[in-house]
């Protein structure tokens, strides 16, 4: 038993978390299954890992630039985060080895499933199958206690994670065609539920081939806008300048300092470059996004067609930013701005002090711009981007608490759905406890079942119309067409 807990732990550590291993490795097996030469194998995985490897050093360029972002708007409103008692380090350091359990167990469990009911798509993305795995087991331990056994956890743990890997890119997947415009790969990323909202909703505000993000009518002045670089580069410049302006003067200089290329930059000029970093990362994390999609969508094939019949993977939000990216930026700013503004008004109120989570409002908010866009125009990705800055702030004040003797600092770095799957595993566990858990728990059941009424009733339960009435053969004898002699004219005389 100990060599197999040892050898999960090993595939959970060094391939489900180390994403451009495990779509290497995928891109492979892909391209044996479909008996492809040794020098395309070789080549097609290589460039699939270093398509994973540049997508993530574009998410580190201009991660660095959002973490001191979220510094500067911090010092700027003049808020101090909370404390928490139990810090994730110390949850990871307790659990991590049940974590590593649940990923590995659970992506088996979803493997299984998608082959033996055909369920299309495969949770490909890495990374967030390690925080959804974390989140689950921190909720599981608030709820079943720390001394709960090791196996329970992991068993409990995987079903839980597996259902929603196996589920989560087909509820979405009708959106998701309309937003890439293909079936080629699904959307896996934990960011779903504020997407279908903004998808759902954008129908109601107006129409794509109205008001395409990519399509917007800008004055010849301000065309570079145009350009995602450049609009990137100077709205954020423009948002960091001005927050450095309210910022304490000391935490500004600390930021600049720790600018290793240059110490002694001005804070000024390092506040510009952090904004260029920040368009140099998007191109960067772009680049590398279609190097690997244009290897592990045709290396996929041979999985679909003889491993799992018909599957798709399912990937994660950088791959939809292509399609529209002045939606990522609209997205991402009006979840920033809606974000703040509950900031303000949570703090004014004495409710809960906030902590801008930057890299959550980027990454859901520009995907959920994405999905609105690709209904509503520009007005359906501004809602999809309030969406989810509304999603962050209520979803932070609410799971803080709730997560106070395992990990509360994932309140902090949660996207949408870790809010939903935490208080869905509080809510099972006490369906009556009078909390906020309890209104959403039944709120969503009563959602979720009126769905699947609707759904029903428009295919399953839909009366199919009376066959066609076979003719009797009275009737074929009477409907029958006479056979006409061809009449011959008499011989002349």
Not at 340 to 357: N, S, T
Request: glycine share 10%.
């Amino acid at each position: 038993m100990d060599v197999v807990t040892s050898v999960l732990r090993w595939f959970a550590e060094n391939v489900f978390q180390e994403v451009a291993i495990l779509i290497g490795l995928i891109t492979m097996v892909g391209l044996i299954l479909q008996r492809r030469p040794v020098e395309d194998l070789v080549a097609g995985a290589i460039r699939a890992t270093v398509g994973v490897i540049i997508l993530f050093i574009g998410i580190d360029v201009f991660v660095g630039g959002l973490i001191a972002f979220q510094t500067i708007v911090a010092s700027a409103v003049g808020l101090e985060p909370p404390q928490a008692a139990q810090s994730l380090g110390d949850f990871l350091g307790q659990q991590g080895g049940t974590i590593a359990l649940v990923i590995t167990v659970g992506f088996l469990i979803h493997v299984v499933v998608v082959r033996l009911l055909t369920l299309r798509y495969v949770y490909l993305t890495g990374h967030l199958m390690f925080w959804i795995s974390v989140i689950t087991t921190a909720a599981l331990v608030e709820v079943l206690g720390p001394e709960t056994s090791q196996g329970l956890l992991v068993l409990v743990g995987s079903l839980i994670v597996a259902t929603y890997w196996t589920i989560q890119p087909l509820y979405i997947a009708p959106l998701m065609r309309r937003g890439i415009g293909s079936d080629d790969w699904g959307y896996g990323h934990t960011s779903s539920a504020a997407c279908y909202i903004a998808g759902q909703g954008g129908r109601l505000l107006g129409s794509r081939e109205e008001h395409d993000t990519e399509k917007l009518k800008i004055p010849a002045r301000l065309s570079f806008f145009k350009d995602i670089n450049v609009s990137t580069a100077v709205v954020i410049g423009a948002i960091m300048l001005v927050a450095m302006i309210f910022a304490d003067r000391t935490l500004v200089g600390q930021q600049a300092a720790g600018y290793t290329a240059n110490p002694e930059i001005n804070p000024w000029v390092w506040g510009i470059v952090q904004a260029l970093r920040f368009a140099g990362g998007i191109a960067i994390l772009l680049f590398g996004v279609r190097m690997f999609l244009a290897e592990i969508v045709p290396a996929f094939k041979g999985i679909s067609d003889r491993v799992i019949p018909g599957s798709r993977p399912a990937l994660d939000v950088p791959t939809i930013f292509p399609f529209a990216p002045t939606a990522v930026m609209i997205g991402f700013l009006s979840s920033t701005a809606v974000f703040l503004v509950l900031m303000g008004v949570f703090a004014a109120a004495g409710w809960f002090v906030l902590v801008p989570p930057m890299i959550m409002l980027f990454f859901p908010g520009g995907g959920a711009g994405v999905f609105g866009n690709a209904f509503g125009g520009w007005r359906g990705a501004v809602l999809g981007g309030a969406v989810n800055g509304l999603f962050l702030a209520v979803g932070q004040a609410l799971t803080w608490g709730m997560l106070s003797d395992t990990a509360p600092e994932l309140a902090t770095l949660a996207d949408p759905d870790w809010y939903i799957l935490t208080w869905l595993i509080l809510f099972v566990s006490n369906p009556f406890a009078g909390d906020f858990t309890t209104l959403f728990g039944w709120a969503f059941l009563i959602v979720i079942g009126l769905g699947v009424w609707a759904y029903t009733r428009r295919t399953w339960m839909r009366v199919p119309p009376p066959p066609p009435k076979r003719p009797t053969a009275a009737r074929q004898s009477r409907t029958r067409p006479r056979t006409q002699t061809p009449r011959t004219r008499p011989p002349a005389r």
